[in-house]
């Protein structure tokens, strides 16, 4: 073996063996929630869609028993659970972070895009993509739904 290919190897050994890197926690989440969903009336003290993402309800809001059902009538079919732990692909709340410009619209079946008006970064798509992945853990690291109702 040539010393470039047991270097690679050896990386891709390191890799494997560490793993890939923890889910974010609650607390990063929730950040981004912060500053980009519970401003001025819409899931702050407006609560837009039945749904309230202060710090004290946005946890159980988003992933509890009774209070994370989806709440828009023509997306419960397809996505009745506004975090399904483990699993972005079948969580509301992340298909509501990548509506293309073409499926948001307040007479589209899923709604608008969230946040409406400013769109979250990749970055920020894939820190909640990567925490639903992770088991959707509250703040104590408990997967969802993490002491919820």
Known sequence: MQPRQAGAALAAGLLLACGSPPPPS?????????????FSACHGT???GSLSLVAA??????????????FLATAKDGYPRRVVAGSKTTSFLYRKLTL???????SKPLGEVMPQNQPLD???????ARWIDGGAQN???????????
Do not use: H, M, W
């Not at 609650?26 to 519970?38: D, G, K, L, P, R």
């Not at 990749?122 to 909640?128: E, G, H, N, Q, Y």
């Not at 703040?139 to 109702?149: I, K």
């Open 122 to 128: 990749a970055k920020s798509i894939d820190l909640f």
């Open 100 to 106: 293309t410009s073409a499926e948001s619209g307040s």
């Open 46 to 48: 407006g609560k837009a």
């Open 57 to 70: 309800d946005s946890y159980c809001s988003l992933v509890g028993s009774r209070d994370g059902a989806t």
């Open 26 to 38: 609650y607390s990063e989440v929730q950040a981004v929630i912060n500053t980009s969903c519970t």
């Open 139 to 149: 703040l104590a690291g408990q997967s969802a739904p993490g002491g919820c109702p």
